[in-house]
Antibody, heavy 125, light 110 residues
């Protein structure tokens, strides 16, 4: 059974930092591209960031570029999101979600097949 | 950054048919935007229903289908059931693996 388990959320003051983790099991993590997606309370989904399988290619939403850093450790089957200079508008549930999986044949699986249950980040003084 | 638009809310009668749409501020939505559709119920993570415009997962009920319609991506529900009441989101790809979600459609089955 595939499981993605986020952790590291909590209450943090504006301007401070927080690091989220996503622990993956039941899948070959190193072959999946990965994403972070967030959802502010009562609001819609917002794509935050993407990382390639090797970690060499990174993309960010305009709203977090320069403040957030995505990374991964394939030896630990883990995905991370370092969040700096946090703002009230970063308050949200943060989900990790799989991207594409690339087969040896070169074909790929769909994106967003698997999601974690999310971790809540609250930015408030 | 592109803006993806969805109907804020729709209502469908039990057994009825409804179509949700997903538009892009940059122009017509095409298969090159690789549209996905998600269902989200309160307190739950999103679940993918449709990927890359028309494709269903093994867990996707047959009553859901995806298409392109009038320059938008579309999700059609035929034979609505009470359990289909949920929030539905689309997402479009811009420049590869950069994604933009729509604001969501709250679907009421009534």
């Amino acid at each position: 059974e595939v499981q993605l388990v986020e952790s590291g959320g909590g209450l943090v003051q504006p301007g401070r930092s927080l690091r989220l983790s996503c622990a993956a099991s039941g899948l070959t993590f190193s072959r999946y591209e990965m994403n972070w997606v967030r959802q502010a309370p009562g609001k819609g989904l917002e794509w935050v960031s993407y990382i390639s399988t090797s970690g060499s290619t990174l993309y960010y939403a305009d709203s977090v570029r320069g403040r957030f850093t995505i990374s991964r450790d394939n030896t630990k089957n883990s995905l991370y999101l370092q969040m700096n200079s946090l703002r009230a508008e970063d308050t949200a549930v943060y989900y990790c979600a799989t991207g594409a999986y690339y087969y040896d044949s070169g074909s790929s699986s769909p994106n967003f097949d698997y999601w974690g249950q999310g971790t809540l980040v609250t930015v408030s003084s | 950054q592109a803006v993806v638009t969805q109907e804020p809310s729709l209502t469908v009668s039990p057994g009825g048919t409804v179509t949700l749409t997903c538009g892009s501020s940059t122009g017509a939505v095409t298969s090159g935007h690789y549209p996905y559709w998600f269902q989200q119920k309160p307190g739950q993570a999103p679940r993918t229903l449709i990927y890359e415009t028309t494709n269903k997962h093994s867990w996707t009920p047959a009553r859901f289908s995806g298409s392109l319609l009038g320059g938008k991506a579309a999700l059609t529900l035929s034979g609505a059931q009470a359990e289909d009441e949920a929030e539905y989101y689309c997402v479009l790809s811009y420049s590869g693996v950069r994604w933009a979600f729509g604001g969501g459609t709250k679907l009421t089955v009534l």
